[in-house]
């Protein structure tokens, strides 16, 4: 990925505008920017964002959301950091409306995201990656910087405060005697230590699988775009061609008809000359 510190305003702005395109159109804008970004002398910033990869449609349309809205990140980030000050200090009650009120935030992105992206009535599935980043984002700070490009969607687990190193939140409820109740997740069956590595090695190969086929994707269709383009700069070329040769071709027709009829004409010359020359020599 590249490190946005390091990048110069010109690399910046070309991310944000590749960003902001559909995924069909990434290879295409991706292969004109850097050769804008080339023709201008910055070849290292060219390199840049060739190195930059497409995003899947529910990660497009996260990116062009916040890209068209920056103000989104203070939204995420300020939540964030108010649930966890509410899971620091146990206060049940001040969770139970931020959640809430986390729940209308996210529900209000995922519709104005849709409506920015022109999908009115976007698939389950679809929705919920967009549903899941946002929440992902309030819940990890390094996430909610990165939105405006990210090139996959992102999940989180629970709230994922917990996993932070804060405290789990504890609810009481009920008479005396009753238990605490810790969490009304049912909990998940226990898998063993060789389940757990079956299932990473799985898993690792699984994204490598689906890693390698999104990069010859992506080369197959930088190639095939970059042939489109040649063919249209040469049809263009072969239409102006065909003109240039529609026009020859009428000037040789025009220009035949001169030499049939100056040869007519230089025939009844001659004749009239020989004439001439023979009444002369009476």
């Known amino acids: 990925m590249t490190d946005v510190a390091d990048e110069t305003e010109a690399v910046t702005d070309a991310a944000r505008e590749l960003y902001a395109v559909p995924p069909d159109d990434f290879m295409g804008k991706r292969s004109e920017l850097a050769g804008r970004l080339r023709s201008a002398g910055d070849g290292t910033g060219a390199a840049r964002i060739e190195k930059l990869r497409k995003p899947t449609v529910a990660a497009w349309i996260v990116n062009a959301f916040v890209l068209d809205d920056p103000s989104v990140v203070d939204e995420l980030t300020d939540l964030g950091g108010r649930l966890r000050e509410a899971q620091e200090a146990l206060d049940a009650a001040r969770l139970r409306d931020l959640s809430a009120e ?6 209000r992105l995922t519709r104005d995201a849709f409506r920015l992206a022109g999908r009115s009535q976007p698939p389950a599935g679809l929705r919920d990656e967009v549903t899941g980043t946002f929440e992902a984002a309030i819940a990890d700070e390094d996430l909610a910087a990165r939105l405006g490009r990210l090139q996959r969607a992102e999940q989180w687990s629970g709230f994922g405060f917990a996993a932070a190193g804060a405290p789990e939140l504890t609810l009481v409820q ?30 690792a190969a699984a994204k490598k699988a689906f890693e390698d086929a999104d990069v010859a994707y992506d080369e197959a269709r930088g190639t095939e775009q970059g042939l489109t383009q040649e063919i249209k700069r040469l049809t263009k070329k072969l239409a102006k061609l065909q003109d240039q040769l529609d026009s020859a071709r009428t000037d040789i027709e025009n220009a ?5 009829a100056t040869r007519s004409r230089r025939r009844e010359a001659r004749s009239a000359l020989d004439r001439a020359e023979r009444d002369a020599a009476e």
């Open 102 to 107: 986390r729940r209308t935030l996210v529900g």
């Open 174 to 203: 009920g008479g005396r005697g009753r238990a605490p109740e810790r969490s009304r997740r049912p909990e998940k069956p226990k898998r063993s230590a060789a389940d757990k590595r079956r299932q990473e090695r799985a898993l």
């Open 256 to 260: 035949r008809k001169d030499v049939s």
